[in-house]
Antibody
Framework: EVQLVESGGGLVQPGGSLRLSCAASGFTFSSYDLTWVRQAPGKGLEWVST????????YYADSVKGRFTISRDNSKNTLYLQMNSLRVEDTAVYYC??????????????WGQGTLVTVSS | DIQMTQSPSSLSASVGDRVTITCRASQSISNFLNWYQHEPGKAPKFLIYAASSLQSGVPSRFSGSGSGTDFTLTISSLQPEDSATYYC?????????FGQGTKVEVK
């Protein structure tokens, strides 16, 4: 059974940093692209970042480029999102999601339950 | 970047009704269109990929159609458990944009 479990969310002041983790199980971790998607309060889903299975290629939304870094440890089956220079508008539930098929089709068949990040003074 | 627009933003329908949600892309995306169901406090659920392929385990009352720029999600007979927000998402190019969502209320 595929499982994705996010952790690391919390309350942080503007300008602060936070690192999210997503522990995965139930599939061949290194074979699949992984993605972070967020949902701000009262808003819809917003793509944040994607990393390929090998970890060689990464992609970012313009809204987080230069502030967030996606990475993965294929030996630990864990995905990360390092968030620096956080802004109030980064407040959201952050979900990790797995690509449906190896090779990067960009559709997401399994999602975690999410972790809440609140940026506030 | 490709923009995705859904309509309506919300709808209310009765059990057994046929419900249709529309999604339009700002440029052609062939059939690289996916649909998700999201209930508050839960993980989003993957419903349909490649515009019309039903994900394993998804009830057959859900169906998708369309290509190019115009797509639809249809629930053939609405059930109480279908109360949720539905999102389309294009996977033709990066960034993989989502529509703004359609909230479905079951009367």
């Amino acid at each position: 059974e595929v499982q994705l479990v996010e952790s690391g969310g919390g309350l942080v002041q503007p300008g602060g940093s936070l690192r999210l983790s997503c522990a995965a199980s139930g599939f061949t971790f290194s074979s699949y692209d992984l993605t972070w998607v967020r949902q701000a309060p009262g808003k819809g889903l917003e793509w944040v970042s994607t990393i390929t299975g090998s970890g060689i290629s990464t992609y970012y939304a313009d809204s987080v480029k230069g502030r967030f870094t996606i990475s993965r440890d294929n030996s630990k089956n864990t995905l990360y999102l390092q968030m620096n220079s956080l802004r109030v508008e980064d407040t959201a539930v952050y979900y990790c999601a797995k690509d449906r098929a190896s090779g990067g089709y960009g559709d997401f068949d399994y999602w975690g339950q999410g972790t809440l990040v609140t940026v506030s003074s | 970047d490709i923009q995705m627009t859904q309509s309506p933003s919300s709808l209310s329908a009765s059990v057994g009704d046929r419900v249709t949600i529309t999604c339009r892309a700002s440029q052609s995306i062939s059939n690289f269109l996916n649909w998700y169901q999201h209930e508050p406090g839960k993980a989003p659920k993957f419903l349909i990929y490649a515009a019309s392929s039903l994900q394993s385990g998804v009830p057959s009352r859900f169906s998708g159609s369309g290509s190019g720029t115009d797509f639809t999600l249809t629930i053939s007979s609405l059930q109480p458990e279908d109360s949720a927000t539905y999102y389309c998402q294009q996977s033709e190019s990066t960034p993989p944009a989502f529509g703004q969502g359609t909230k479905v209320e079951v009367k």
